[in-house]
Structures are given as structure tokens and as C-alpha cells.
């Protein structure tokens, strides 16, 4: 049990210091980023003023406008209502305006009232792995 112990004591040490590790990181990033996207703001401000798609300082680098786009669901019922409807009239093919992943959680809840049936399409793994928890005492 010797072993064990020690092997124990080393694994939470090394836990906490990646986790401090990672908690620095996390903060020194997120200054960097924050100064980052000032710098960034200053040189987008420089291109409208001087009415410039793109500006280039020789031997440093060029700054440049770039078309950035992002799509959301904003209400879900109308998209699920309007997706049925392509679905009515498409079949599947209708589908490829999706990115498709199953939801753990609703999987499983289909399961338990499914005698552990899955849904089609539909796999499910488990594993074992061994974890570690630190003595509360």
C-alpha cells in the first residue's frame, strides 16, 4: 500500500500544479488577448479613417478589412417549424443546413424509457477509467 500511497500523493501534486499552471495561463491569455484586440481596434479605426481596404508598413507587416460572418439559431421553434417544412418537401437532403450531433442527455433519457434501446443511428460507448479524489479530512 506503500506505493499506492505515494503514487497517490505525486498524482494530486502534479493535479494542482497543472491546474495552477493552467489558471495562470488562463489569466496571462486573456490580458494578452484583451491588449490584442485594443491594438486591433486602433489599426481597424486607422482603416476607416483613411477610407483603406488595407495598410501595409514595409518590414513590419499589413493590417486588413475581412468579410467575418456568424450564424446562429435565434428562435428555435421557428427554425424547427421551418426545417420540418423543408424536410416535407426535400426528404433528407434537407438536413444539410445542419451540423448533427446527438444530445447525451436526451439519448440517455430515450434509453431508460426504451428498456436501453437506442435511437437509430446511434451509438452509445462506455468505459472505465480510474480517477482521483482528494481526502477531504
Do not use: C
Not at 28 to 35: C, I, M, Q, R
Not at 64 to 77: G, L, P, T, W
Not at 89 to 110: E, H, M, P
Amino acid at each position: 500500500m506503500a506505493d499506492i500511497d505515494k503514487v497517490l500523493k505525486a498524482y494530486i501534486v502534479l493535479r494542482d500544479k497543472l491546474d495552477t499552471i493552467k489558471k495562470r495561463q488562463k489569466e496571462e491569455l486573456a490580458d494578452l488577448e484583451e491588449k490584442q484586440a485594443k491594438l486591433l481596434a486602433f489599426l481597424q479605426k486607422k482603416l476607416e479613417e483613411f477610407g483603406s481596404d488595407s495598410l501595409k508598413v514595409n518590414g513590419v507587416g499589413t493590417v486588413f478589412k475581412a468579410k467575418k460572418s456568424s450564424i446562429k439559431i435565434a428562435d428555435k421553434k421557428e427554425f424547427s417549424a421551418w426545417l420540418m417544412q423543408q424536410i416535407e418537401a426535400q426528404g433528407a437532403d434537407a438536413l444539410g443546413i445542419l451540423t448533427l450531433s446527438a444530445n447525451k442527455t436526451s439519448v440517455l433519457d430515450y434509453m431508460d424509457e426504451h428498456e436501453d434501446a437506442l435511437p437509430p443511428g446511434i451509438s452509445y460507448t462506455t468505459w472505465i477509467e480510474a480517477q482521483v479524489r482528494r481526502d477531504t479530512k
